[in-house]
């Protein structure tokens, strides 16, 4: 992989990471699977409390990034609103019900993937929702 292609990625991710946070998704998890997994450079996934939670995270999401210029490539399970699959090529978005993450255990699956640090990313989101809020400039 690139280095540019590894910015694209982590710029793709910045964005999620920042609409997850807005919608209150818990326990976001970032993986490099790009030397396993040919077809994205990174798998982003979060949880939501509640079905609509869950779809409020994905919406968001998918807002922000195509906002941003990226196009959805595909996005499966909306209608459920328990495991939700958003397809931006680099970068693949998991959005779970905790039980369903609990019973898939993505994490356990791609445990030889490296983790990506989100705090940076988490940090910044913060940041920018209290500014935006009127808070500390």
């Given at each position: 992989?690139?280095?540019?292609e590894h910015t694209q990625g982590l710029d793709l991710l910045r964005v999620?990471?920042?609409?997850?946070?807005?919608?209150?998704?818990?326990?976001?998890?970032a993986l490099r699977v790009s030397e396993y997994f040919a077809l994205a450079?990174?798998?982003f996934i979060v949880?939501?409390?509640v079905e609509r939670n869950v779809q409020a995270i994905s919406d968001e999401i998918e807002e922000q990034l195509?906002?941003?210029g990226v196009r959805t490539i595909?996005?499966?399970?909306?209608?459920?609103?328990?495991?939700?699959?958003?397809?931006?090529?680099?970068?693949?978005?998991h959005?779970?019900?905790?039980?369903?993450?609990?019973?898939?255990?993505?994490?356990r699956l791609w445990k030889d993937c490296p983790t990506i640090d989100l705090a940076p990313f988490i940090e910044a989101s913060n940041?920018?929702?209290?500014?935006?809020?009127g808070g500390v400039e």
């Open positions: 992989m690139s280095v540019s999620a990471v920042g609409a997850a946070e807005q919608k209150g998704a818990s326990a976001p998890v450079d990174v798998f949880s939501g409390s195509n906002l941003a595909r996005r499966e399970g909306r209608e459920s609103g328990r495991w939700i699959l958003l397809d931006f090529g680099d970068l693949i978005v959005v779970f019900h905790q039980e369903e993450r609990d019973y898939y255990g993505l994490e940041d920018l929702s209290l500014d935006t809020q």
